[in-house]
């Protein structure tokens, strides 16, 4: 009865420390919204997109949808390390001393290697796959377009999975010493 009371008052506590961390991503959220959203969207469309290729609208809502989305992802991606810190903080009085420094080695190592498999989709991949994708459209003699929605989720898209590939080590490891694969 005692653990089951000292349990349920750690949940507790755990749930104010989500629902403060939700607070502070919604608000970081509405503020990249309202300052950041716009210029980053450029950014990509500069960094990425060939000088030939249009970006059109063609939705009433597209761009109000998207720049709520990079909003959101910017937002998580910002507070992601607060969120890995507050669920750490929970989990981490119940493991062993060893557990405890293998776990947060994993979470820098895991999160390092998500950054650079983003960069490298960013820097290398996603130049490269629109120019090449969008010669077809050259050669075929037609106008090059993109809808904003579409070249966002397809970057957004890219850079994530590309970010979700480079942890594949870290997977692997963890299935490794749990001898779930051998």
Known sequence: RK????????FKLFTKTLA???VIFMALAA????????????KLKNDLLPPNITLIVTDPLD??????????????????????WKLLAFITP??????????????????TLFGLGGLMAYKLVLPETIRFLYGYA???????LISL???????LSIILSSGLMFTTPVCMI?????KIVK
């Open 20 to 22: 403060a961390w939700f």
């Open 138 to 144: 050259v050669a075929l003699d037609t106008l090059p």
């Open 63 to 84: 761009a109000f949808v998207t720049q709520t989305q990079v909003s959101l992802l910017t937002a998580f991606v910002i507070t992601l390390p607060l969120l890995i």
């Open 3 to 10: 653990l089951m009371t000292k349990f349920t008052d750690q």
């Open 31 to 42: 503020l990249t919204f309202a300052t950041t959203s716009s210029p980053i969207i450029k």
């Open 149 to 155: 929605k579409n070249f966002i989720s397809f970057s």
């Open 174 to 178: 963890l299935l490794c010493q749990t």
């Open 94 to 111: 119940a493991m062993y001393p060893q557990e405890k420094n293998v776990s947060i080695k994993l979470v820098i190592f895991s999160t």
